[in-house]
């Protein structure tokens, strides 16, 4: 098949001027337009003499709004010449006939709307009437189709001009022509899809020329093959489809607009970059079309990572039909996201980082004849298109294709780093949502893995969060966080059902302690050596039913329940379990209730969101109480209106240009309510402008003539809101108009004037009388066609208010512009501001005055006493607001009666400095806050008194329990401290706080008045005392004693000699060590570790030697080394008892040192140090050199930092270019390099 390119593709077109014409045409020869074919199609007017006339178009009907002579007409023959198809193409700043560089190419399809036919169409007056029947027949029967190609260009053609001229996006640019606007044959679709099957070897003739014709740029060797671009736009987006589907050797990547894909193809499409955009409200596609193709494409290739650019992108955009190419092609990003992607950049499916035991494929497109890979500079074995690899390094790949007769090679590809992860996932822990000692039959439990994991992986191999389960068994749960690796497997979760013949002893003596509205604390006796947990069950009725509520762990004998209700009567009873079943019993059954909550919450502090004609928007804080806020009242103008249970609601229905008021309350769980909270007032008449948005078919001379449109001389229209006067929603830019209607706010009376600058047409016409319906004054008169043109009006003199505005504008070709300004006693020439535009004229009548001369003064009992003078006769009231910051951060404190010049402050604390506002309300407005008033409350010289009625609740070997009876203060007691013969062990305050001093665990809050100490020493007599503190740090004395003395040890089953452990292998193991004297029924030993001397877990076992009398050794290498490290021997008898060992530790401080670099690469985010072997509070330096040896990055830092899990960020990666850098860092004599990536 011969091509024939006019001359060469690169020349041109200016040649071709001033040809003449042969006899018999259809227009005389003194006709210089553009001439008629009989079926009004345009043909062009060469002129002079040319022997092959046919073969060529130079000229054009300039169809769009802008100059689109940077594109130069082409025309592509095949055939025999009897194929024809014109295009357009613009050629990059810097190109020549004989440049021997290679560019990008893009290609645009357009849609239906923009076809050869319609284009080149003409007006009847455009038409020759000296024509001849001959001509004409012959004419007609000339097989060949003449179209004009401008019209393609409406869509994008100037943006693309403009990016190659400005050379932000250098390129050749290529607009392709169809006749009938259709890029794929119409039995290409099915059921609302692209159905590529049935016409992927019958493409339309204009398509196949267009791939053929991309072929024909790239053997010319000027166009980059790895670097060609498609995109198109309803019909030419299906048309973009089916080239990345027909040839996706030749595509880089795609971007369809507005155009149904195929799912069946998506498999092949896994290594072509894919941006779809779909209008929302488009009827063809639907959303639901565009949906299932991305999920499909996500499901081939969807989770890879390009080495630049998202591979796959849908934007849908809820406001558009059928036309999402208007926002595509404003979208900063899309052009920037093509130009990042290359035929030869390899695609990651997964990620780059390798997991311990995982591999990683990566590969690119497959339609080519040869591959050759390389890692870290030197070729791999692998010769196709993937390659599944578990070894770090950096990955090239090349491939070989053919262009025009022979076979070239690609270039290489930019590298992909593949390096190892060290980030493993902590180790899950699996929470049952109910009991796992299930009864002898039926029933099941549920259990949960953590809530945020990339995946999940049980035993039972199920793959979701939760699983729920009946069998009995052994579950563990591995899971992926995002960006790390597989998590070690969980701690067993056991499930039994029935009991078997170790079942543990049921615990006794079940005891509480109320310690505020919201909280009891629960004691109980261990009576078993071989529980693994204390299931603790809850009621509101003595007959049950009884619901599990927590899960205690082994040795453990109290229990918080707090977020309870205030008042209420709870009942509680304990069991124990093991991997054997449940104990026999439960404890006994206790109840207890409450306090009473007669503390209301504080008001909320409520805020307006938004508004619209027919709804207002509001939000509001969550306030402090000390118990649980449980829902909200909301009132509209004075009445309860509804109840909810969030802090926000959207209140619709409404009227427009009509004003409504808000205040909340609070209520919490006991049924306290707030004060209201502060009152915002609204009107439901929005900013905005509203617009009558047309379309016409002929040019029109007035903007009269938008109201006055019949349906044939309209091509399109819509209505809608905008944000200020402006021509955004146009979905073309020639032969449009807009009628807005608006309402203009004046604050400041005195003389205006208006202008609009528009090309073409404008008027704008103002109601000076808003009373007036039928005064509608012509202030500004811009109509008819021009260019930029400006008209200023009289001067109006404006009184305050809202005044009704209605401006007309149209556009008919080219250099379309619109603004629309006023000029104010306070302001000259401004452009009228969105905020100053409503849709109605319902405004907020004037606030009340302001309220003056605020004072505060303490009187006493730390109370603030502030007085104001009313300067109004409106007001309903007075909000007073308090604030710790001076200027800012006020929040509701009350809300006066009206008339009222004086408020009690009766919630202030002692010592500290408050600043106040006033500001007054009416039931339409709010007025200015009042001046600012400030006071430092008088200090509090009173201590609590001595907390009564200390009493021992429970008693272990290492722990004992502890309750007391409430002081009181003039303002409040903050916390209390408990001491053991005289030393400070914890301390029991309103946040569950402290216990640092000792071993405590914290019983309660608000605050407590139960502890639980551990860590006690057996067989010893304690002494404890009790003293309250109060908010100021006034101490109470010292409560009676209660004494306790601590039981004895159970004897272990084995006689320990010894437990030691020390670093070896040059500090990277620790090694455990155990000797016994005596063993009796021995089964095996498990070793437990702990970084915080609490929370052990297993980490190895090493099996026992059954009876002993003899010395026996036992060791363990612990290869996992942190800073603190805690370790204790579990000892398990051969019938399930067990005990511990003492518990040794090891600190790394004496470890060698060591700096952990991550994540290198650096992808994304942040560049973190972590050091070993360091102590706290030195100072690190750090440098960061570029691959010349040059210093880009310094800094000095504290080891502390090093030492946390989260390490040191040292460099942010927007901070520097993609590349290789060396760190250095340096502490005391210890010097540390190591190379670092950033992609």
């Avoid at 929603?729 to 400041?748: K, N, Q, S």
Wanted: hydrophobic letters at 30%.
């Amino acid at each position: 098949m011969k091509k024939v390119l006019l001359s060469s593709i690169i020349i041109l077109m200016a040649f071709f001027a001033g040809i003449a014409q042969d006899a018999g045409d259809v227009c005389p020869d003194d006709f210089n337009g553009s001439r008629i074919g009989p079926n009004g199609f345009l043909y062009s007017n060469l002129g002079g003499n040319a022997a092959d006339r046919d073969t060529i178009v130079t000229d054009f009907d300039n169809m769009t709004p802008w100059d689109s002579r940077r594109y130069i007409p082409y025309m592509f023959r095949r055939g025999n010449y009897q194929q024809v198809m014109d295009f357009r193409m613009i050629h990059p700043n810097d190109w020549t006939a004989s440049s021997t560089k290679k560019w990008p190419l893009i290609v645009m399809f357009h849609g239906r709307g923009e076809r050869g036919q319609k284009s080149y169409y003409a007006d009847p007056g455009q038409r020759c009437d000296q024509t001849t029947q001959s001509a004409i027949d012959a004419w007609e029967a000339d097989g060949r189709r003449w179209r004009n190609n401008d019209h393609s260009m409406v869509w994008s053609g100037r943006e693309h001009r403009d990016w190659v001229t400005s050379g932000e996006y250098p390129g050749f640019v290529l607009f392709p022509q169809e006749a009938y606007g259709y890029w794929v044959n119409g039995s290409g679709f099915t059921a609302g899809y692209l159905d590529f099957d049935n016409v992927e070897n019958n493409p339309t003739q204009e398509m196949e020329m267009t791939i053929e014709l991309i072929d024909h740029l790239i053997a010319l060797g000027q166009v980059d093959p790895d670097r060609i671009y498609v995109h198109g736009l309803s019909s030419g987006g299906s048309g973009s489809w089916y080239i990345t589907m027909k040839r996706p050797d030749l595509i880089a990547a795609s971007s369809p607009m507005s155009a149904p894909g195929d799912v069946s193809q998506a498999d092949e499409l896994a290594y072509i970059p894919i941006w779809l955009t779909q209008g929302g409200q488009d009827g063809n596609p639907l959303p639901s079309v565009s949906h299932e193709v991305m999920d499909a494409l996500r499901q081939f290739g969807g989770q890879e990572k390009k080495y630049e650019g998202n591979p796959r992108i849908y934007t849908e955009y809820p406001n558009r039909g059928h036309n999402a190419w208007i926002d595509t092609y404003n979208d900063p990003y899309w052009m920037e996201w093509m130009f990042k992607q290359d035929k030869t950049n390899i695609t990651i499916f997964g990620d780059t980082a390798l997991c311990p035991g995982s591999t990683i494929t990566m590969g690119v497109d497959p339609n080519f004849l040869a591959y050759e890979w390389k890692r870290d500079g030197q070729s791999i074995n692998p010769t196709t298109n993937n390659i599944t690899t578990d070894i770090p390094g950096q990955y090239q790949v090349r491939f070989q294709r053919n262009i025009g007769n022979s076979t070239e090679w690609s270039k290489w590809s930019r590298p992909v780093t593949v390096y190892l992860r060290e980030d493993r996932t902590a180790t899950p822990e699996i929470t049952p949502l109910s009991t796992t000692a299930l009864p002898p039959s039926g029933s099941n439990v549920t259990l949960r893995g953590p809530d945020g994991m990339d995946s999940y992986l049980w035993s039972t191999g199920a793959t979701t969060q939760e699983i729920t389960v009946s069998t009995i068994g052994s579950y563990t749960l591995e899971v992926i966080a995002p960006g790390e690796c597989v998590s070690l497997p969980s701690d067993p979760m056991v499930v039994t059902r029935g009991q078997g013949p170790n079942v543990p002893a049921s615990p006794e003596n079940l005891s509480g302690v109320v310690s505020s509205e919201t909280e009891i604390n629960l004691f109980w006796e261990d009576k078993s050596d071989n529980e693994t947990i204390f299931e603790v069950y809850r009621s509101t009725s003595s007959s049950g039913p009884f619901t599990m509520v927590a899960r205690v762990n082994a040795n453990v004998e109290y229990y918080e329940d707090t977020t309870l209700n205030p008042s209420t009567t709870y009942y509680y009873r304990v069991r124990a379990i093991n991997n054997q079943g449940y104990s026999d019993n439960f404890t006994n059954t206790i109840s207890l209730t409450t306090l009473n909550d007669n503390i209301v919450p504080e008001p909320p502090n409520l805020s307006l969101v938004g508004v619209t004609e027919t709804s207002i928007s509001i939000e509001w804080d969550v306030p402090e109480d000390n118990s649980q806020i449980v829902n909200y009242k909301l009132f509209q103008n004075g009445s309860e209106l509804v109840q909810v249970n969030r802090n926000n609601y959207i209140i619709s229905g409404l009227t427009a240009n009509t004003i409504y008021r808000y205040t909340v309350v609070a209520v919490d769980a006991a049924g306290n309510e707030s004060d209201h909270s502060n009152q915002v007032t609204a009107v439901t008449t929005p900013n905005g402008v509203r617009f009558d948005y047309y379309e016409f078919w002929d040019n029109i001379n007035s903007v009269d003539e938008l109201s006055s449109f019949t349906d044939d001389e309209l091509f399109f229209s819509k209505s809608g809101v905008m944000p200020s006067f402006t021509y955004d929603p146009a979905e073309r830019l020639f032969r449009f108009g807009f009628i807005y209607e608006t309402y203009l706010e004046i604050d400041d009376p005195g003389n205006y004037t208006f202008s609009t600058r528009s090309d073409d047409g404008s008027k704008l016409y103002i109601k000076l009388d808003p009373l007036n319906d039928n005064d509608s004054t012509l202030a500004v008169n811009n109509d008819f066609p021009h260019g930029p043109v400006t008209v200023t009006s009289q001067s109006y003199y404006l009184n305050e208010g809202r005044y009704k505005l209605h401006v007309r504008f149209f556009e008919n070709q080219g250099g379309e512009t619109l603004q629309v300004s006023y000029n104010g006693p306070s302001f000259s020439n401004m452009i009228i501001p969105a905020s100053k535009l409503f849709l109605g004229p319902g405004r907020l009548p004037t606030p009340p005055n302001t309220p003056t001369s605020l004072n505060a003064s303490n009187i006493g009992n730390y109370e603030v006493r502030l007085t104001w003078n009313d300067q109004s006769s409106n007001e309903t009231g007075f909000e007073v607001y308090r604030s710790t910051t001076s200027g800012s951060g006020y929040e509701i404190l009350s809300t006066t009666v009206a008339n009222a010049e004086v408020f009690i402050d009766d919630t202030a604390t002692p010592g500290e400095t408050y600043y106040y506002v006033v500001r007054a309300i009416s039931n339409e407005n709010t007025s200015t806050p009042s001046n600012q008033a400030s006071i430092t409350v008088s200090q509090d010289n009173t201590a609590p008194t001595v907390p009564t009625g200390l009493t021992v609740m429970t008693v272990s070997s290492t722990n004992v329990g502890l309750s007391w009876n409430a002081s009181t203060d003039d303002f409040g007691v903050s916390h209390y401290e408990i001491l053991a013969n005289g030393n400070l062990v914890g301390i029991a305050s309103r946040t569950s706080g402290s216990g640092e001093e000792s071993g405590m665990e914290i019983m309660g809050s608000t605050p407590s008045t139960a502890a639980l100490v551990t860590g006690l020493t057996p067989d010893t007599n304690y002494d404890f005392r009790v003293r309250a503190v109060d908010e100021s740090g006034l101490e109470s004395p010292l409560s009676n004693i209660a004494s306790a003395t601590t039981g004895s040890e159970v004897p272990l089953p084995v006689e320990f000699a010894y437990v030691r452990a020390e670093l070896t292998n040059e500090g990277s193991d620790i090694t455990i060590e155990w000797g016994t004297a005596l063993e009796i029924d021995n089964d095996y030993f498990v070793i437990e570790k702990s970084t915080n001397g609490k929370d052990f877990k297993e980490i190895g076992t090493v099996d026992g030697n059954g009876n002993s009398n003899d010395l026996i050794n036992y060791s363990f290498i612990d290869e996992d080394v942190r800073p603190r490290n805690y370790y204790r021997i579990k000892q398990i008898d051969f019938n399930g008892d067990f005990d511990y060992s003492q518990i040794v530790s090891v600190l790394r401080n004496n470890l060698p040192i060591k700096f952990k670099v991550f994540p290198n690469p650096l992808v994304q985010g942040t560049l973190k140090v972590q050091g070993e072997g360091i102590v706290h509070g030195d100072d690190i330096t750090y440098t960061v050199f570029d691959t010349y040896g040059n210093p880009v990055r310094s800094g000095t830092t504290k080891t502390d930092n090093l030492l946390t899990n989260s390490g040191q960020t040292l460099i942010h990666k927007q901070e520097l270019a993609a590349g290789m850098y060396f760190l250095q860092v340096v502490y005391r004599d210890t010097i540390y390099k190591q190379k670092v990536i950033i992609q």
